[in-house]
């Protein structure tokens, strides 16, 4: 389950035309991610509540700590990646569509392993698996 809603989100990233988006599990070396930006998309935490059951349908309520960390690209300020995020993620987490969200922190850093400015947004989501049975 952790896996579709990290690739929700990567799939309601790039059909929004946000490129260069990887989730979590991608092995892509950071050489090759490009010298643009890129935009990496973790969880931090995941529960579930006890399923429901129906005849023919169970439904499984979850909640998860989604972590995005979106890397600007070489020798760029902090206005043109503040600029992108406003412009190319943010829209797109406030209209996930299948689950319901709210940003709860972001923080900035300098990552001095590629010297490139990052900004960790974290936001809670929640929603329902249904599994047919």
Same mark, same amino acid.
């Given at each position: 389950?952790?896996?579709?809603?990290?690739?929700? &989100?990567?799939?309601?990233? +790039?059909?929004?035309?946000?490129?260069?988006?990887? %989730?979590? /599990?991608?092995?892509?070396?950071? @050489?090759?991610?490009?010298?643009?930006?890129?935009?990496?998309?973790? &969880?931090?935490?995941?529960? +579930?509540?006890?399923?429901?059951?129906?005849?023919? %349908?169970? /439904?499984?309520?979850?909640?998860? @700590?989604?972590?995005?960390?979106?890397?600007?690209?070489?020798?760029?300020?902090?206005?043109?990646?503040?600029?992108?995020?406003?412009?190319?993620?943010?829209?797109?987490?406030?209209?996930?569509?299948?689950?319901?969200?709210?940003?709860?922190?972001?923080?900035?850093?300098?990552?001095?392993?590629?010297?490139?400015?990052?900004?960790?947004?974290?936001?809670?989501?929640?929603?329902?698996?249904?599994?047919?049975?």
């Amino acid at each position: 389950m952790i896996t579709d809603v990290l690739n929700n &989100v990567k799939n309601e990233l +790039t059909d929004a035309g946000v490129q260069n988006v990887y %989730t979590i /599990f991608d092995a892509v070396p950071v @050489e090759k991610k490009g010298r643009g930006f890129y935009t990496i998309v973790g &969880v931090s935490s995941f529960e +579930t509540s006890s399923p429901i059951y129906t005849e023919f %349908t169970v /439904f499984i309520p979850f909640k998860a @700590e989604i972590e995005i960390k979106i890397t600007a690209r070489e020798a760029s300020e902090l206005a043109a990646l503040y600029g992108y995020y406003d412009r190319n993620i943010e829209p797109v987490l406030n209209r996930l569509s299948n689950l319901s969200s709210r940003i709860s922190r972001m923080s900035l850093k300098h990552d001095t392993n590629i010297n490139r400015l990052v900004l960790n947004v974290g936001f809670s989501v929640n929603g329902i698996k249904k599994i047919e049975r």
